[in-house]
């Protein structure tokens, strides 16, 4: 039976479990390779936080013996909580270079691909999602990060749930469907439906966790899937990140293409390249007499990207059966490129003729 107790510390390098009762359940050495015990233990060495005993009966107790972030945050809840600086309480932190100035890429990641629309809800988590498994059915190796901090979608469209492992380097291993790497604020949130309540310094943070403590395994591209608008998310990782590239969602609707037009300003600003335009739910095909309903306007987004001398990436048309299968975890993209798939797979080919620099336009 699993067995709750104080951890305590009894010696230079050593640490016992103690029950309520006073009894010592077992011992265990703290790992040298760990660095100084002062990092994990108050300096008078007394009490540690919970642990169960199971796991405190590992020969070595530190953040490299613990398999995920639960085990590791209750094991230093009263001695490293997570703070303004590691909101996400990740072990071995290191805090990332914050120096705006320099963008930073990531390591074993070839290509950054923002996901983005500035108004909300008209398919960016759909595209990513579908996107990657498209991209990564043409034979690139594919991650998929969700930088929606307080509405995750991803663990849900890619049917993954539980928590992140952490690596020996104390990093968070990605969970994986679908042959697509992921990770989102949905898997380190202890309950789905308890509101995140950071502001400011500690959502940057968050943000940049999330950004530089994932490790990926050798990515040819990392979709990122943004939240909507122009806000602190996207203007951080436009000034962090080396991104490769931008693609804009949008419906042909007026109200969105002025969005549209607000977001291209602020990745010139961050001097991203836009890899174009996509347009989604452009047309509704009637089940029963087959008539077209262009619901949002017809030809919006594409007079929009001519106007503005973008690519117009493609489209996709809205239907019932995109959103049912995202709703229950298994992307569209799934089914091939025969059926509703095939918009997603025209994209992903544009995208990848980017990543070639075979569709920059010199702007
Ligand atoms: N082509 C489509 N056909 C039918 N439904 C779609 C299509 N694209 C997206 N949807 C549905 O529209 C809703 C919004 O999509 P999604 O969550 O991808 O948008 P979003 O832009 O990421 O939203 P947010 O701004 O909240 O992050 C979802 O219910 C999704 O299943
Ligand atoms: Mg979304
Ligand atoms: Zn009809």
């Not at 077992?26 to 936080?49: D, N, R, T, V, Y």
């Not at 074993?108 to 595209?127: A, E, M, P, Y």
């Not at 849900?156 to 990605?174: D, Y």
């Amino acid at each position: 039976m699993l067995n709750t107790g104080t951890i305590v510390r009894i010696g230079k390098g050593s640490v016992a479990l103690l029950h309520g009762s006073g009894s010592v359940a077992s011992l265990g050495q703290i790992c040298p390779s760990a660095g100084s015990p002062s990092q994990f233990w108050s300096p008078a060495g007394s009490i540690g936080g919970q642990i169960r005993s199971s796991e405190a009966s590992q020969s070595h107790l530190c953040p490299n013996s613990f398999r995920t972030l639960t085990q590791y945050r209750s094991f230093t809840s009263s001695i490293t909580s997570s703070s303004h600086s590691n909101p996400l309480g990740l072990p071995n932190f290191k805090p990332a270079n914050t120096n705006l100035g320099v963008k930073r890429s990531l390591s074993r990641v070839k290509h950054i691909l923002l996901v983005s629309s500035c108004k909300g809800g008209v398919g960016k988590s759909t595209v990513s999602t579908n996107l990657a498994i498209a991209l990564r059915n043409l034979g690139l190796s594919v991650g998929l990060l969700d930088a929606d901090i307080f509405g995750p979608s991803i663990p849900k469209l890619m049917n993954l749930h539980g928590e992140p492992r952490i690596s020996q380097q104390g990093k968070l291993i990605p969970l994986q469907n679908y042959g697509v790497q992921t990770m989102s604020m949905g898997y380190l949130i202890p309950n789905e439906d308890s509101p995140i309540v950071w502001r400011g310094l500690m959502l940057q943070k968050a943000l940049q966790q999330l950004l530089f403590d994932v490790e990926w395994n050798d990515l040819d591209v990392l979709v990122i899937d943004l939240p909507p608008g122009t806000g602190d998310v996207q203007i951080t990782i436009g000034q962090m990140l080396k991104v490769s590239g931008a693609i804009i969602v949008s419906t042909s609707q007026d109200l969105a293409l002025i969005d549209v037009k607000k977001g291209i300003s602020m990745f010139e600003k961050v001097k991203i390249p836009i890899y174009g335009l996509v347009e989604n739910m452009s047309v509704f095909v009637c089940p029963n007499c087959h008539h077209e309903e262009h619901l949002f306007g017809k030809d919006g987004v594409l007079k929009e990207a001519e106007r503005l001398g973008i690519d117009y990436l493609g489209s996709i048309p809205l239907n019932r059966e995109i959103c049912s299968k995202s709703d229950e975890g298994f992307p569209i993209a799934l089914s091939g490129k025969d059926g509703l798939g095939r918009y997603y797979y025209e994209i992903a080919e544009g995208v990848t003729r980017h990543l070639r620099g075979e569709g920059e336009r010199e702007k």
